[in-house]
């Protein structure tokens, strides 16, 4: 019911001639000619006043005096293709039903969302925009001065009032998920926003230019104490030994989701949590059932520019089957609001689906006792021609009811189906279960025979109650008029939980008291047969304050209640038994154990197909080690509390990682001897955290006496071949390289020498084609500067050059090279000074067989700012080169671009994979799994909320 609450507060409203919304800090005003934004703020009563309203008066203190500013006009946007005027001079303006306004220009969309940070405006293009050239937007700008342009967007202020507006930067994200950063600039007047024809030409359909956040996901699934903040929207199941809860974590701009498992006594059994996704985008909605052994978890994820449904396992003993989940339907549309229920083998997972903005249907999916979907599509349970929301399900072992608001009558009522195990619908499009009007939000418990279903009802005097009824398991409606659970003409019951134990259920809601925002849990038992609630008054679970959204399941002997209580910016979660005779007992609540904070850097990572293996170095309370996680395809953290690769009192350093297509194999530099020498170890790809690492103590590769840093590995699919830079005197470093079997034996203890001419030699890289290796480095030439050179390896450890390759010898400086293969030749990228004024990225392939294919390299980014540390994968169909980028404000970005086995540079000077990403590092790392999917891994801040955390974080993107 919050929800809708919200979604009421921020829609907008028509008037005589436009739309009218806003929030407690702005009022917006608009029509097609454009937007009216007025800044609200309020100045609190001074200390006089306060005292003159002392708290035993009886009297309120006087309320906040609220100030308004200038008015700052944005005028009707002009959208253009080339010549092409892609907008209208007067579009049709409309309001969906999430209460959002959109104006329709034709082919072309304008949205106007409102929320708690200000009015976003988007636009939308089912299909490639007319014209030719590239996608121009210009939003006129009235009434604030500009003041200048930062990472977070366009400043305006007024200088007399000091309110102050700010338009964010765009992103362009097509129907693949794929995100190009729109760096929005001021001119005459006018906000524009740009989107390449490059751009548009390689995008998926439907698109859409948005102010929105790029996308990222925290590698390491550690808790810190910001994730224990602000935990919401609990959901739990039993089976029939523990309970598993689950709930939204938020930090800052996103939110995951997190669950623990509790025994019947109320003991957390999982202290440090579990991660179930922190992949990419925000999650909402968990909900949770049990088939007596394992739990299926589902959810609702941001996708793009829309929200899917997704769902794993979690097993009895704790472990996430497919971390960051499954998506249950590959529909493109808006899908939220998920349920689950379990027939003791298998589960029916519930979701509403936006058709259109003005019309939502129900839809359902099976899934196998593992979690996987058993069907190749959705099933369409409710799909007519008006809104059917917020599914709710039950099973009683035979057949599943689903329950949903349903507005076909022109009000909305609930109505249900019965499903079968096969999932087959036996109802059509479902019978109704209550005669009167206004009901939304039913849930479903089955006691093994047949069902009851509560749900928020508003047919008294416009405040909310609950409502309930029986249904048997032949769909008789037993309560035709509707149980009353909870009606009180003074106060707003909503949020309705319910859960059978033996043939009896139980009802928890949210008792709001609108006079004062404070919330209440209350419950109440249910006879099985319809005489009505058992309680002569409700049952009191939680006292008043902030507390809400409670969950119910049954256990051993009774009920476990559990709900979300706030107290200021935080959000905990507490609990309450409630006994078989209606006996209460306060719970002991949900504590989990967090680190202060982490402090991650010098991130790699690499793929065998199935997954990632991320590594950084993680700066501990004495030294710096080596940890790793492994992460799904779909973005879940496999290690949740990650993999200790290299952990003693001495300090490790500067990790790179590669794999062979099954397992993995970690290198760094070790100074566990008083020198830093060449370590490694083995990962596997699969398996339980405790034994993923093979070589606890590390597998030594070079304990030379000389000093050696900056590994890197490679594989040809069987084996690997690690290189590092090593003392050769005279103030210079050599290049060297050892074969590891995937035994791991080091098949050249000695080392093999490639490159000890006597100049200085960096940076060493290496990747195989499967038949050879190609190692690449950076080299002082006393002539020409800095050069990129390699030379090839044969899988027997044979130098195939007489001579290192230069790969490029421009008279520049050319440093911070990175190789990969397409399986047959090579690309290397690398940090070029031609310019002379700024740092580039250049590119170059080299034949199987040693060629330099481009002599005079590729220039992948040339624009006049600083681009370093450049990365390349191949994705399965073209390389993938990415780079840190100084190109838009005072901090890193990441930009990327494709090259093709052919040498052409699909999107020069690169488009946005990382953005806004304050205090980003300039060092990345890049892998990618094939299917065109790619992984940039990258450490930054954890400014959201700032714990003095710097942590590894992740970024997919694909073409």
């Not at 928020?456 to 037993?478: E, I, K, Q």
């Not at 900056?710 to 069987?718: C, E, K, Q």
Request: hydrophobic share 35%.
């Amino acid at each position: 019911m919050d929800a809708v609450i919200r979604q009421v507060h921020f829609a907008y409203r028509p008037e005589e001639d436009g739309w009218r919304g806003g929030h407690s800090t702005y009022e917006v005003k608009a029509t097609p000619q454009g937007l009216t934004l007025t800044p609200v703020r309020y100045k609190n009563p001074e200390p006089e006043a306060l005292e003159a309203h002392p708290t035993l008066s009886g009297e309120l203190p006087p309320a906040p005096e609220a100030e308004t500013g200038a008015p700052l006009f944005l005028g009707p946007a002009r959208v253009k293709r080339g010549e092409v005027l892609l907008s209208v001079a007067t579009p049709r303006g409309e309001v969906a039903s999430d209460g959002h306004l959109s104006f329709v220009h034709g082919a072309v969309v304008e949205h106007l969302r409102n929320s708690e940070q200000g009015v976003e405006q988007s636009w939308s293009f089912e299909g490639r925009p007319g014209g030719g050239g590239d996608l121009r937007v210009h939003v006129p700008v009235k009434g604030y001065v500009h003041t200048g342009t930062s990472e977070q967007g366009v400043h305006f202020e007024d200088a007399r009032t000091g309110f102050r507006f700010r338009y964010s930067h765009g992103t362009w994200v097509d129907a693949n998920g794929r995100r190009t950063a729109v760096p929005a600039e001021y001119s005459d007047g006018h906000i524009q926003l740009r989107v390449p024809e490059e751009v548009l030409a390689s995008s998926a359909y439907p698109a859409v230019l948005d102010p929105v956040v790029t996308q990222e996901m925290i590698i390491d699934g550690r808790l810190v104490a910001a994730d224990a903040v602000v935990r919401t929207h609990p959901a739990m199941a039993f089976n029939g030994k523990s309970y598993l809860l689950v709930w939204r974590g938020t930090r800052g701009n996103w939110s995951d989701i997190y669950a623990t498992r509790v025994s019947d006594t109320g003991t957390v059994l999982d202290p440090s949590g579990i991660v179930v996704s922190n992949g990419p985008g925000s999650k909402a909605d968990p909900a949770v059932a049990s088939n007596g052994t394992d739990f299926q978890v589902v959810w609702s994820q941001l996708h793009g520019e829309h929200w899917a449904i997704r769902g794993t396992r979690v097993t009895g003993s704790g472990e996430v089957s497919d971390p960051g989940g499954i998506r249950m339907s590959s529909s493109a549309k808006t899908e939220s609001l998920p349920k689950v229920a379990s027939n003791g083998m298998d589960y029916l997972v519930v979701w509403q689906r936006y058709k259109t903005s003005l019309d939502a249907d129900v839809y359902a999916q099976r899934v196998s006792s593992t979690g996987q979907p058993m069907a190749p599509g959705a099933l369409a349970l409710a799909s007519g021609d008006y809104v059917e929301s917020a599914p709710s399900v039950a099973s009683n072992g035979s057949v599943y009811l689903v329950a949903w608001s349903d507005e076909r009558s022109g009000v909305a009522r609930i109505y249900a189906t019965r499903i079968s195990n096969d999932g087959e619908p036996r109802d059509g499009t479902g019978f109704l279960l209550s005669i009167d009007s206004f009901q939304f939000a039913p849930a479903v418990a089955s006691n093994g025979v047949d069902f009851f279903v509560a749900w928020t009802d508003y047919r008294n005097s416009g405040t909310s109650d609950v409502y309930g009824t029986h249904v048997t398991d032949a769909a008789v409606v037993v309560d035709g008029a509707g149980l009353v659970i909870a009606s009180n003409s003074a106060r707003n019951e909503l949020h309705a939980a319910v859960a059978a134990h033996g043939a009896s259920y139980f009802v928890a809601w949210t008792l709001w008291d609108t006079s004062n925002s404070t919330f209440q849990v209350l419950g109440s038992r249910i006879w099985p047969t319809p005489t009505g609630v058992m309680e002569p008054a409700s049952l009191v679970l939680s006292p008043v304050g902030g507390n809400r959204r409670p969950t119910v399941a049954a256990g051993a002997a009774g009920w476990f209640v559990a709900w979300e209580s706030v107290s200021g910016s935080t959000s905990d979660l507490q609990s309450a038994w409630v006994g078989a005779s209606g006996n209460v007992t306060a719970g002991r609540g949900f504590p989990v154990t967090t680190v202060s904070s982490l402090y991650q850097t010098e991130p790699a990572v690499a793929s065998n197909g199935s997954n990632y293996l991320v590594v950084w170095t993680e700066t501990g309370s004495s030294s710096m080690q080596i940890y790793g996680a492994r992460v799904s395809l779909q973005g879940g953290t496999i290690d949740m509390t990650g993999l200790q690769i290299a952990s003693a009192i001495r300090e490790r350093r500067s990790p790179a990682v590669a794999s062979n297509g099954t397992d993995y194999f970690v290198t760094w530099m070790d100074y566990r001897d008083i020198n830093w020498d060449i370590y490694g170890a083995r990962v596997l790809g699969t398996g339980s955290n405790s034994s993923a690492v093979l070589e606890p103590s590390g597998i030594p590769i070079s304990t030379h006496a000389a000093f050696q840093n900056v590994p890197a590995v490679a594989s040809n699919g069987t084996d690997y071949f690690v290189v590092w830079r090593q003392d050769g005197g005279d103030n210079r470093g050599d290049i060297h390289g050892a074969r590891v079997s995937s035994a791991g034996v080091v098949q050249d203890p000695s080392g093999i020498a490639l490159a000890t001419q006597t100049v200085e030699h960096y940076t060493p890289r290496v990747a195989s084609n499967g038949s050879s290796y190609l190692a690449v480095w950076a080299e002082e030439q006393r002539a020409t500067g800095w050069d990129i050179l390699g030379v090839r390896v044969s899988p027997e450890g044979v130098v195939l050059d007489a001579s290192a390759i230069p790969i490029s010898d421009h008279p520049s400086v050319q440093f911070e090279p990175d190789v990969a293969s397409d399986g047959t030749d090579y690309f290397i990228a690398w940090t070029d000074h031609r310019s002379g004024t700024n740092h580039d990225t250049y590119g170059a392939r080299v034949s199987g067989e040693g060629i330099v294919l481009d002599t005079a390299g590729l220039a992948l980014c040339t624009d006049p700012v600083q681009q370093y540390s450049p990365k390349v994968a191949f994705d399965g169909a073209n390389y993938v080169a990415a780079w840190a980028d100084y190109r838009w404000d005072t901090y890193w970005d990441v930009l990327a671009t494709q090259v093709t086995s052919a040498g052409t540079v699909v999107t020069p000077d690169g488009f946005s994979v990382v953005y806004n990403a304050r205090e980003t590092e300039p060092f990345i790392s890049l892998a990618s799994a094939g299917n065109q999917q790619s992984l940039v891994v990258f450490s930054r801040h954890d400014t959201e909320p700032n714990q003095g955390s710097r942590r590894v974080r992740g970024s997919f993107f694909s073409f």
